[in-house]
């Protein structure tokens, strides 16, 4: 195969994008555009007549949906299009090659004064991951099993897109073009891989990956669709076993340990000059990757699960939250919320993390204690949790540890995801 292009969402139903256009690109007509601003209201073409010619977009928006949300002015390589979809407004899609997409995924992920082998293994997953949806089926945005009166069994996967191939944001991969990258550190990663991804059984690996597994990472099927994945197997994220602790962690004492713990683990750091130096910005606000804890009072748990799942989840009183099933990581993927008035059984466990915060909970590896009772109606729910993110695959954090630590990108790959190996596939 040839190297695949791409075209990438960066803003979707706008009313209005602005953008500047330095020398260097050129509109359909073949017409050069000069330094300026141009706020489009109709559809809008230009091609950068310069191989390293870059275009800045204002108001481009991140962590839609999640707790870091805001808009960020961009620089960005590659064309830029504007498209009016009918009663969607405007969307702005950008089209350049996998490779120097690649160059801002791995710094928008992770801080480019990363260590250069987490770039690599970095670049590597996500090519791949490009490159096995691009390969795969487009499914739906939400996916549900197992729907009967009380119960709530959905997971969300890749967005599907009308008019591009993927969002620049977390729900494919973060994307915010060349606005990160200050050194020549992404693109040394990348051309160091070109063309390289994980195969597994003659398939390109469906890579997934999140910030911290939380010292275990989780199966495939906990996340997704009832079927699990050879080389997305749940795996203890240190070197030997977890001395101490009891497996599996999908038994409910077991999972209490391990949350209430500390395990010695690659991700188990909280040194603020190792995560400074491998995290963006805007990921740095938050210190408590490895555990967390946030408390809910009764009302506010009631709030939420009435705003995020409607009248089904008017349960009156909340009088507990339990976990009903786990993975392998500790983390829930079907919970059962009890109140005065019924129950309701809630997963996967995306749907988890998000009916019990007005974002998303880190992750749902969590146990939950009551503060407060009168008639067996508690005042407050302590949820005290493991990780960040689903858990499967690859653990940011954790690798970024294991390169520090002398690991060449190879062994980082091979750590996560079993059984897999490295192939080139393109030129």
């Not at 020549?184 to 690996?205: F, H, K, M, P, W």
């Not at 495939?220 to 009832?226: G, I, T, Y």
């Not at 990757?289 to 009072?297: A, E, G, H, I």
């Amino acid at each position: 195969m040839t190297e695949p292009r791409l075209r990438v969402g960066l803003i979707q139903g706008a009313h209005q994008i602005a953008f500047e256009l330095p020398d260097g690109f050129r509109a359909e007509d073949g017409s050069v555009l000069h330094r300026g601003t141009y706020k489009a209201r109709e559809g809008f073409k230009a091609n950068p007549a310069q191989p390293d010619a870059v275009f800045a977009v204002s108001g481009v928006e991140i962590g839609i949906g999640f707790h870091w949300n805001k808009k960020e002015r961009q620089k960005f390589r590659g064309s830029l299009e504007i498209l009016r979809t009918n009663g969607s407004g405007l969307t702005l899609v950008n089209e350049l090659g996998l490779e120097a997409y690649l160059e801002s995924v791995i710094t928008s992920e992770m801080s480019e004064g990363a260590h250069p082998e987490l770039l690599k293994a970095h670049a590597v997953i996500s090519r791949s991951w490009v490159v096995a949806q691009m390969e795969r089926p487009r499914n739906a945005v939400v996916r549900e099993s197992a729907i009967r009166p009380g119960v709530i069994s959905r997971w969300y996967d890749r967005e599907n897109h009308e008019t591009f191939d993927f969002c620049a944001d977390d729900h494919c991969q973060r994307y915010q073009g060349v606005t990160k990258a200050t050194t020549a550190a992404a693109s040394n990663a990348v051309a160091a891989t070109r063309a390289q991804v994980l195969v597994s059984e003659g398939t390109v690996c469906d890579t997934r990956y999140s910030k911290s597994c939380g010292g275990m990472t989780e199966k495939f099927s906990s996340a997704w669709e009832d079927s699990d994945v050879a080389y997305l197997t749940p795996v203890y994220d240190g070197s030997g076993s977890p001395d101490g602790f009891t497996l599996p962690l999908s038994a409910e004492a077991n999972a209490r340990d391990w949350i209430t713990s500390s395990p010695e683990a690659f991700c188990n750091t909280n040194d603020p000059a190792v995560l400074n130096r491998i995290l963006p910005d805007f990921d740095r606000a938050t210190q408590d990757f490895y555990r967390w804890k946030v408390s809910l009072t009764q009302d506010e748990v009631g709030k939420l699960l009435l705003e995020k799942l409607g009248s089904q989840a008017d349960l009156g009183a909340i009088h507990s939250i339990v976990a009903l099933e786990r993975g392998p990581s500790s983390r829930i993927v079907r919970l059962l919320v009890t109140g005065e008035k019924g129950s309701l059984e809630v997963g996967k466990e995306l749907e988890i993390r998000r009916i019990l915060s007005t974002s998303h909970l880190y992750s749902s590896a969590f146990i939950v204690e009551t503060v407060g009772s009168s008639n067996a109606v508690p005042d407050e729910f302590v949820i005290s949790g493991a990780g960040w993110g689903h858990g499967v695959g690859l653990c940011q954090i954790g690798a970024a540890v294991m390169a520090d630590q002398g690991y060449k990108y190879e062994q980082i790959l091979s750590h996560y995801f079993r059984g897999a190996e490295l192939k080139s596939i393109y030129d």
